[in-house]
């Protein structure tokens, strides 16, 4: 099995991490699901159905950064982890920092666009 290491721009979490964050992932659909399905089904306003954004965002955040093995809080902070859940490394380099902080903003973006077709389909359904 190969050793996962902290890559600048690439990957700042391990597998526990990773696991927190394909968990995530999973609670922000199943939210996004239900509430879709109750919005639709008891024909509220399709405005209304606006705040689904706020969970889908969530869901695709969670499973883009299980995905990627990169945590974009982590980024932002300046940090990695591929110990055990709560333990975080400092990141010194501002290089190192950087590139986290592209690769986080690109995840965040990616997910903010998913929440938001996931969002129009719904209000449009």
């Not at 696991?19 to 999973?26: C, E, S, V």
Request: net charge positive.
């Amino acid at each position: 099995m190969a050793t996962i290491t902290y890559t600048p721009g690439v990957c700042n979490i391990g597998p526990e991490e990773i696991n927190r964050r394909r968990n995530i992932g999973w609670l922000g659909l199943a939210i996004t699901i239900v509430v879709a399905a109750l919005f639709i089904y008891f024909n509220i306003s399709p405005w209304w159905r606006i705040v689904l954004v706020l969970p889908a965002t969530l869901s695709a955040s969670g499973f883009l950064q299980a995905y990627f093995g990169f945590c974009t809080g982590f980024a932002m902070k300046g940090v990695y982890n591929f110990d055990k859940l709560g333990v975080q490394h400092k990141i010194t380099d501002a290089e190192s920092k950087a590139k986290d902080k592209k690769r986080g903003d690109s995840i965040t973006i990616s997910a903010a666009i998913i929440g938001i077709i996931v969002t129009t389909v719904v209000f449009f359904a």
